[in-house]
């Protein structure tokens, strides 16, 4: 069975600390990784890795992939109190046929601290 | 563009009664997929639509669940009849082709509580 594992599950910060959130994964028929930020609401898109080793960035937010060892990176940089939310780690992979499916992790819980 | 949306946001039933959410995906997103959170678990994959066919329903937890796509647009999910493990978020999601580079959209979710 998929499995796509989370750490920390929890993190408490100060503003202007930088984070770092680790996502494992073992799938059979990997695509994709996919990050997600999710505040009250919808979980809304960050990044889609697909390649190892090229990183990916929007403003403070970034992170990284590495399919030999099976595992990703979100790093955050100069966090904010508007960063506080559950960041959610999925993995993409076929699913029968030409079907395709997300495995999620059970998130890290960051919050963030003025 | 609209995103996806879900109704209701909210629902509370007793055991034994009848539910059905709707999930009103991006316009022109083939692809709709549903997935639930159950406390204290992951988002776990329910099912998949290309369109009005269901494509992988392998994700459906019993015969209680019965999902439809009539027209290939909007969405339902109905749990009848339900139990208290029911209870959770049902998140809908919708994606381009293969969601392969537009990744996928989700809505905010119903959270279903079943007493």
């Known amino acids: 069975e998929d499995k796509v594992v989370q750490s920390p599950l929890s993190l408490v910060v100060h503003e202007g600390d930088t984070v770092t959130l680790n996502c494992s994964y073992e799938?059979?028929?990997?695509?994709?990784l996919l990050w997600y930020k999710q505040e009250k609401k919808a979980p809304t898109f960050l990044f889609m890795l697909t390649s190892s080793g090229i990183e990916k960035k929007s403003g403070r937010l970034s992170s990284i992939l590495d399919k030999k060892e099976l595992f990703s990176i979100l790093n955050i940089t100069a966090t904010q109190t508007g960063d506080s939310a559950v960041y959610l780690c999925?993995?993409?992979?076929?699913?029968?046929?030409?079907?395709?499916?997300?495995?999620f992790g059970k998130g890290t819980l960051l919050t963030v601290n003025p | 563009e609209a995103g996806v949306t879900q109704f209701p946001s909210h629902s509370v039933i007793e055991k034994g009664q009848t539910v059905t959410l709707r999930c009103d995906p991006i316009s022109g997103h083939d692809n709709l997929y549903w997935y639930r959170r159950v406390m204290g678990k992951e988002i776990k994959f329910l099912l998949h639509f290309v369109k009005e066919s269901k494509q992988d329903e392998s994700g459906m937890p019993n015969n209680r669940f019965l999902a439809e796509r009539t027209g290939g647009t909007y969405s339902t999910l109905k749990v009848q009849p339900a139990e208290l493990e029911d209870s959770g978020v049902y998140f809908c999601a919708s994606s381009q082709e293969w969601g392969f580079t537009y990744g996928y959209t989700f809505g905010s979710g119903t959270r279903l509580t079943v007493v």
């Open positions: 799938v059979t028929n990997f695509r994709s």
């Open positions: 999925a993995v993409e992979a076929i699913s029968g046929g030409s079907n395709y499916k997300l495995t």
